[in-house]
């Protein structure tokens, strides 16, 4: 029954709405903690390199960052509104 129990509770977690605040605390976290090595990686070998790495971050990324994805209207540039 445990493992049925953690189930369902992690279904719970992954499928709670997504809000602008995930997407903004994200951003901000990229900011402070990731931003300054990504300069330096782009001063090395090339700005062709960060694409590299969001390529491949692309295929990592689960559920709680394809559902940011999911709720994001790119043509209109609003956070929560789903893509039609």
């Not at 509770?9 to 605390?25: C, E, R, Y």
């Amino acid at each position: 029954m445990t493992g049925f129990r953690n189930d369902v509770i992690l279904n719970l977690m992954i499928s709670k709405p997504v809000t602008k605040i995930d997407l903004n605390k994200t951003l901000n976290w990229i900011g402070r903690q990731v931003s300054p090595g990504l300069s330096v990686i782009a001063d090395a070998y090339g700005e062709d390199k960060i694409d590299e790495i969001i390529k491949f971050g692309r295929q990592k990324r689960g559920r709680r960052y394809d559902s940011i994805v999911d709720n994001i209207d790119l043509d209109r540039g609003e956070v929560n509104a789903k893509k039609q």
